[in-house]
Nanobody
């Protein structure tokens, strides 16, 4: 049974930084694309950033220049470095792993940006 375990969320002031992590437990097939998504109250889940097995990245326009996605293939772990956080970044953040055997989601971690 594969599970994705997220960590690193919390409360931060505007302009601050957080680093999210997402680690896979259990035996997981080769991971192709990894990504971070977020869902704010009353809104649909949206893509934040993705990274392929080769390291190609893609970002939502709203986070470009502020967030950095990275992965450690040896550890099956995904990261999201978030800098210059804004109140509109407040949401539950989810990680997602795409493998040839299926897609897996994390349980979500709350990020709150407020003074």
């Amino acid at each position: 049974q594969v599970q994705l375990v997220e960590s690193g969320g919390g409360l931060v002031q505007p302009g601050g930084s957080l680093r999210l992590s997402c680690a896979a437990s259990g035996t997981i097939a080769r991971i192709n694309r990894m990504g971070w998504y977020r869902q704010a109250p009353g809104k649909q889940r949206e893509l934040v950033a993705t990274i392929t097995s080769g390291g190609s990245t893609n970002y939502a326009e709203s986070v470009k220049g502020r967030f950095t996605i990275s992965r450690d293939n040896a550890k099956n772990t995904l990261y999201l470095q978030m800098n210059s956080l804004k109140p509109e970044d407040t949401a539950v953040y989810y990680c997602k792993f795409d493998t040839w055997r299926g897609t897996y989601w994390g349980q979500g971690t709350q990020v709150t940006v407020s003074s």
